[in-house]
């Protein structure tokens, strides 16, 4: 994930938030999402293994014009209706960015990599 540094809004008085904070907050709300027991990270990552921290493994952020993008890669209890654990997921990960960054979010992709007892 590359450090770039990213304007919270055209009137904050020069104010940036590097990606990692983005991805440091989609990492926690997701852990903390009822039916996710694990993050993976992407096979590129893994290899790479750079700036990963427990908050950030298995997210992916990317900001383009202004606008945070994620993808994460979780694993998930099995037994659990997928669908809406996705559906809770995504919304827990936008309000947390939205909320601490005020930095709109656009796209939540959520890779299920596997399940788990």
Excluded: C, W
Aim: proline fraction near 5%; glycine fraction near 8%; avoid cysteine.
């Amino acid at each position: 994930m590359p450090q770039n540094d990213v304007p919270a809004s055209p009137s904050d008085g020069g104010v940036t938030i590097a990606e990692l904070p983005l991805a440091k907050l989609a990492g926690r709300a997701a852990r903390t999402t009822y039916g996710v027991v694990d993050m993976r990270s992407s096979p590129v990552r893994r290899v790479a293994g750079l700036f990963h921290t427990s908050l950030t493994e298995g997210v992916d952020v990317d900001v383009r014009d202004g606008v945070v993008f994620v993808t994460l890669h979780v694993v998930m209890e099995r037994g659990v209706n997928l669908a809406q654990v996705t559906a809770t997921l995504q919304e827990q990960v936008r309000y947390e960015i939205e909320h601490a960054s005020g930095l709109p979010v656009g796209d939540i992709v959520v890779r299920v990599e596997d399940l788990r007892e």
